[in-house]
């Protein structure tokens, strides 16, 4: 059974960061590229980044470029997103997914605001 278990969301204040977590099972994660998205609220979910399989490459949506971070541990079947100086626009529900698309999680909440 696929399942995508994301977490490490909250409240944080403008200029601080988060690091999210999603923890994959019921597919051989180390053979897929993985993606990550959020959805603002009132907005489309849209593509945050996108890690290979080898975790060697990766690309960002240019309003994210040099403040997010994916990364991944395939041992751990794992995918990461490290936040840095986070802005209100930042505030959204984030999600992973696999390339191509499995199952969709139930997301966590991401708050940016003073």
């Known amino acids: 059974q696929v399942q995508l278990v994301e977490s490490g969301g909250g409240l944080v204040q403008p200029g601080g960061s988060l690091r999210l977590s999603c923890v994959v099972s019921?597919?051989?994660?180390?053979?897929?590229?993985m993606n990550w998205y959020r959805q603002a609220p009132g907005k489309e979910r849209e593509l945050v980044g996108s890690i290979t399989a080898s975790g060697r490459g990766t690309n960002y949506e240019d309003s994210v470029k040099g403040r997010f971070t994916i990364s991944r541990d395939n041992a751990m079947s794992t995918l990461y997103l490290q936040m840095n100086n986070l802005l209100p626009e930042d505030t959204g529900v984030y999600y992973c997914m696999s390339v191509p698309p499995t199952l969709w999680g139930q997301g966590t909440q991401v708050i940016v605001s003073s």
């Open positions: 019921g597919f051989i994660f180390r053979s897929y590229d």
